[in-house]
């Protein structure tokens, strides 16, 4: 296939899977796991979005299911020239896997936090793995796939160059 309809497609397939997409299927994913695991350790309940976890009443909003995070890495492999449609995949599916197990460790530190410490603790934990930990996170699964995969392309820019280049 030509390198113009390669990019395409790929563009077709950015714009087609975009947020929302992911966020419909992400979300509850990430918040069915985070309840058949929290069983295990917590007396906790789950009524549409919201976890009872003794006293506390918790939210489970998009934002907890890390969709950037996933969008991110989509992109960033998406637009990674000359990947196979399998190494794409595999790219994609090995760094979402990560942050979902990341994810997950993250949301049951939280509770445990929460259930034996303070909420003012939760606080400032929650705030600070959604501000520093997760941007830092997501940079290292990418440096991790591009090491792991010896990927050579660097996205948007080696698309960019090849077609200034013709």
């Not at 918040?31 to 976890?53: A, E, G, M, R």
């Not at 410490?117 to 941007?135: A, G, M, P, R």
């Amino acid at each position: 296939m030509k390198y113009e309809h390669k990019l395409g497609l790929r563009v077709i397939l950015a714009l087609i899977l975009i947020y929302p997409v992911f966020n419909f299927i992400i979300t509850p994913l990430t918040k069915y796991l985070v309840y058949f695991i929290s069983l295990t350790f917590f007396s906790i309940s789950l009524n549409n979005n919201i976890f009872q976890l003794g006293n506390y009443h918790l939210e489970f909003v998009s934002a907890c299911a890390a969709i950037s995070a996933y969008y991110l890495i989509f992109i960033l492999v998406i637009f990674t020239k000359d990947l196979s449609f399998k190494n794409t995949f595999k790219i994609f599916f090995t760094g979402a896997l990560l942050i979902l197990i990341m994810n997950l460790l993250r949301i049951e530190l939280m509770f445990f936090i929460l259930t034996n410490y303070s909420s003012n603790l939760f606080d400032k934990v929650h705030l600070f793995f959604w501000e520093i930990v997760s941007t830092l996170y997501v940079a290292g699964v990418w440096i991790f796939l591009v090491k792991y995969y010896k990927i050579k392309s660097i996205p948007f820019y080696s698309d960019l160059k090849k077609l200034i280049k013709r």
